[in-house]
């Protein structure tokens, strides 16, 4: 019997595709892009749980600006994200990513898209378009947890997940929750008393419109617990009815 041993190695290589949060940027300017993350996400860094970023320059490869990507960078680590891809930009903007830390995505391709790495929506501006005349509504699509917060300045929200006892969703327009809504919801919060609060599954904290509001003092009525409800003003009183 030969003394020899068969060692199996010890990794493998493959391709692989995850999915990353892309944030396409309009402006350089990173104290404006301070204020913004703290107007959107809120100065408790807790939106995001350490996802992975491509930052797409397309909107700024022409400008003549130069790119901190140092401080880029920094600043979205405050906000647990994990830069780690660019793409989009000019020469000399890729240059400096690269020497940042950061590496080149590739590109869209227009024949073979399962090239171009997969791309988890949220679906959030980072950076306003003032040509624009309204924002798309903000999209989040992760559970959130006790003590988080998100905001949408200027537009709905729509939750594809469930708002935990102790988060809350905030926003100038349209609340919509598609889950259970256990935390607190705050629609019309710049004072817009047409907008209402929507979700499938209605177990709230606290539910407001337009500054008016209602807490739970004592279990909601079988005909609204944990069924799809819709909340709306009628005149100042707060009305809650099935959906």
């Not at 939106?47 to 960078?73: C, N």
């Not at 994200?81 to 000019?90: C, F, I």
Request: aromatic letters at 6%.
């Amino acid at each position: 019997m030969s003394g020899e041993t068969t060692q199996r190695s010890g990794f493998d290589m493959k391709s692989a595709q995850l999915p990353v949060v892309a944030f396409a940027l309009r402006s350089a300017d990173l104290e404006q892009l301070a204020q913004e993350f703290v107007e959107r996400f809120g100065s408790d860094s807790t939106f995001f749980d350490h996802d992975p970023v491509l930052i797409d320059l397309a909107h700024l490869r022409e400008a003549d600006e130069d790119i901190d990507f140092v401080a880029l960078v920094a600043l979205l680590r405050e906000y647990r994200t994990t830069p780690v891809a660019v793409r989009g930009g000019s020469e000399a903007q890729m240059a400096s990513a690269y020497a940042a830390g950061l590496i080149a995505a590739p590109e869209a391709a227009p024949v073979r898209k399962a090239a171009e790495p997969e791309v988890r929506e949220v679906e959030v501006e980072v950076i306003k378009e003032v040509q624009l005349p309204a924002k798309a509504s903000l999209r989040v699509d992760k559970p959130m947890r006790s003590g988080q917060q998100v905001y949408a300045s200027g537009s709905d929200v729509i939750v594809n997940a469930i708002v935990s006892f102790g988060a809350e969703v905030i926003a100038d327009g349209n609340v919509h929750v598609y889950g259970p809504l256990r935390g607190r919801a705050v629609a019309g919060a710049r004072g817009d008393k047409t907008a209402r609060i929507y979700c499938t599954c209605f177990e709230p904290q606290l539910v407001s419109i337009a500054g008016i509001y209602r807490t739970v003092e004592s279990d909601w009525p079988a005909e609204l617990a944990g069924k799809a409800a819709v909340v709306r003003l009628e005149g100042e009183k707060l009305l809650i009815e099935p959906l």
